[in-house]
């Protein structure tokens, strides 16, 4: 997937966002303008282009005061809408330096 394309669709506001990521949006105190913030200036970290209904990706970015994001994103190329899977502030604990996973 590119990251352009949800790009285009957050500055055209063609976005669905999942009840899972409204919840964990609200559970980490992230708005959405800077989850979108966080996607203008990301990268994808991953690519799942094999998930239903529609491939997504996690993209890595950073709020407005440079704290860590990771989004999910799927992308419906038909309809040209992006759907936020979920969105959280990632576990240092578990990423280096937030891009990678640490092996377990």
Same mark, same amino acid.
């Given at each position: 997937?590119e990251? #352009?394309?949800v /790009? *285009?669709?957050i500055?055209?506001?063609r =976005?669905?966002?999942t009840?899972?990521?409204? *919840? *964990?949006?609200?559970? %980490?105190?992230? !708005?959405?303008e *800077? +989850?979108?913030?966080? /996607?203008?200036?990301? $990268? =994808? =970290? $991953? %690519? ?7 491939p997504?990706?996690? =993209?890595?970015g950073?709020?407005f005061?440079? $704290?860590p +994001?990771?989004?999910? @994103?799927a992308?419906?190329?038909?309809? !040209? @809408?992006? /759907?936020? &899977? ?6 240092? #604990?578990r990423w &280096? %330096?937030? !891009?990678?996973?640490?092996? !377990?």
């Open positions: 997937m990251i #352009e394309r /790009v *285009e669709a500055g055209a506001k =976005i669905r966002i009840d899972h990521a409204d *919840e *964990e949006a609200q559970a %980490d105190k992230l !708005k959405y *800077e +989850v979108y913030f966080s /996607v203008l200036n990301g $990268e =994808i =970290i $991953e %690519d799942y282009p094999k998930d239903k209904p529609y997504s990706c996690l =993209i890595y950073q709020t005061a440079g $704290e +994001v990771h989004s999910v @994103w992308y419906n190329k038909k309809t !040209k @809408w992006a /759907v936020l &899977i979920t969105v959280y502030r990632p576990d240092p #604990e &280096i %330096d937030f !891009k990678i996973r640490k092996k !377990k």
